[in-house]
Protein backbone atom coordinates (compact mmCIF):
# COMPACT_ATOMS: atom_id res chain seq x y z
CA UNK A 1 0.00 0.00 0.00
CA UNK A 2 0.95 3.42 -0.36
CA UNK A 3 -0.38 6.25 1.29
CA UNK A 4 -0.09 10.09 0.47
CA UNK A 5 -0.04 13.40 2.34
CA UNK A 6 -1.16 16.04 0.20
CA UNK A 7 -0.68 20.36 0.58
CA UNK A 8 -0.50 22.91 -1.67
CA UNK A 9 -4.35 24.32 -2.75
CA UNK A 10 -5.54 26.85 -2.28
CA UNK A 11 -7.55 29.94 -4.37
CA UNK A 12 -5.01 31.61 -6.91
CA UNK A 13 -5.58 34.95 -9.02
CA UNK A 14 -5.72 33.90 -13.04
CA UNK A 15 -2.29 33.92 -14.66
CA UNK A 16 -0.64 32.98 -11.35
CA UNK A 17 1.18 30.36 -10.25
CA UNK A 18 1.01 27.34 -7.79
CA UNK A 19 2.42 24.46 -6.15
CA UNK A 20 1.15 20.71 -4.97
CA UNK A 21 2.46 18.80 -3.12
CA UNK A 22 2.12 14.66 -2.22
CA UNK A 23 4.45 13.08 -0.05
CA UNK A 24 4.18 9.28 -0.22
CA UNK A 25 4.99 6.26 1.89
CA UNK A 26 4.40 2.98 2.68
CA UNK A 27 5.39 0.32 -0.13
CA UNK A 28 7.48 3.06 -2.40
CA UNK A 29 9.33 0.35 -4.11
CA UNK A 30 7.03 -1.24 -6.00
CA UNK A 31 5.69 1.78 -7.71
CA UNK A 32 6.13 1.99 -11.16
CA UNK A 33 4.19 5.18 -12.08
CA UNK A 34 3.36 8.28 -10.41
CA UNK A 35 1.01 11.08 -11.52
CA UNK A 36 -1.69 13.56 -11.23
CA UNK A 37 -5.16 13.78 -12.58
CA UNK A 38 -7.86 16.24 -11.51
CA UNK A 39 -12.03 16.44 -11.31
CA UNK A 40 -13.17 19.32 -12.42
CA UNK A 41 -17.18 20.25 -11.13
CA UNK A 42 -19.22 17.99 -13.00
CA UNK A 43 -16.93 16.77 -15.65
CA UNK A 44 -14.90 13.50 -15.57
CA UNK A 45 -11.53 12.70 -14.07
CA UNK A 46 -8.82 13.81 -16.40
CA UNK A 47 -4.91 13.05 -17.05
CA UNK A 48 -3.18 15.83 -15.92
CA UNK A 49 1.06 14.82 -16.03
CA UNK A 50 2.57 11.19 -15.12
CA UNK A 51 6.36 10.42 -14.47
CA UNK A 52 7.38 6.67 -14.56
CA UNK A 53 10.15 5.03 -12.52
CA UNK A 54 12.53 5.42 -15.24
CA UNK A 55 11.86 9.28 -15.31
CA UNK A 56 9.74 9.69 -18.68
CA UNK A 57 7.25 12.19 -18.39
CA UNK A 58 3.78 12.93 -19.91
CA UNK A 59 0.96 15.44 -19.75
CA UNK A 60 -2.05 15.92 -20.58
CA UNK A 61 -2.97 18.31 -23.30
CA UNK A 62 -4.59 20.79 -21.49
CA UNK A 63 -1.90 21.65 -18.96
CA UNK A 64 1.20 21.30 -21.86
CA UNK A 65 3.40 24.34 -21.38
CA UNK A 66 1.92 25.35 -18.18
CA UNK A 67 2.33 22.83 -15.72
CA UNK A 68 5.71 20.49 -14.30
CA UNK A 69 5.37 17.50 -12.53
CA UNK A 70 8.48 16.19 -11.08
CA UNK A 71 9.34 14.01 -8.46
CA UNK A 72 12.07 14.18 -5.66
CA UNK A 73 12.87 10.16 -5.46
CA UNK A 74 15.06 10.50 -2.19
CA UNK A 75 12.21 12.22 -0.14
CA UNK A 76 9.10 11.06 -1.79
CA UNK A 77 7.73 13.78 -2.67
CA UNK A 78 5.73 14.25 -5.96
CA UNK A 79 5.13 18.01 -7.25
CA UNK A 80 2.93 19.47 -9.97
CA UNK A 81 4.15 23.28 -10.95
CA UNK A 82 0.87 25.15 -12.38
CA UNK A 83 1.90 28.55 -14.32
CA UNK A 84 -0.66 30.79 -16.28
CA UNK A 85 -3.69 29.16 -14.55
CA UNK A 86 -6.95 29.68 -15.64
CA UNK A 87 -10.35 29.25 -14.56
CA UNK A 88 -10.64 25.91 -16.49
CA UNK A 89 -7.93 24.99 -14.24
CA UNK A 90 -10.40 24.88 -10.89
CA UNK A 91 -11.21 21.11 -9.94
CA UNK A 92 -10.21 18.91 -7.37
CA UNK A 93 -6.59 17.57 -8.19
CA UNK A 94 -5.42 13.99 -7.13
CA UNK A 95 -1.97 12.42 -6.62
CA UNK A 96 -1.95 8.73 -7.99
CA UNK A 97 0.80 5.53 -7.78
CA UNK A 98 0.17 2.97 -9.22
CA UNK A 99 2.19 -0.35 -8.83
CA UNK A 100 1.59 -3.95 -9.88
CA UNK A 101 -0.13 -4.70 -6.54
CA UNK A 102 -2.68 -1.79 -7.53
CA UNK A 103 -3.29 2.15 -7.71
CA UNK A 104 -3.36 4.44 -4.43
CA UNK A 105 -4.92 7.55 -4.79
CA UNK A 106 -4.98 10.65 -2.73
CA UNK A 107 -7.61 12.22 -1.32
CA UNK A 108 -7.64 15.59 -3.37
CA UNK A 109 -6.38 18.92 -3.22
CA UNK A 110 -8.87 21.47 -4.08
CA UNK A 111 -7.45 24.55 -6.28
CA UNK A 112 -9.69 27.41 -7.28
CA UNK A 113 -8.93 29.65 -9.91
CA UNK A 114 -10.51 32.96 -9.58
CA UNK A 115 -10.47 36.94 -9.46
Known amino acids: QVQWEESGGGLVQPGGSRTLSCAASGNIASVNTMGWYRQAPGKEREFVAGISSGGSIYYGESVKGRFTISRDYAKQFLYLQMDSLKEEDTAVYYC?????????WGQGIDVTVSS
Open 96 to 104: LASSDYGKY
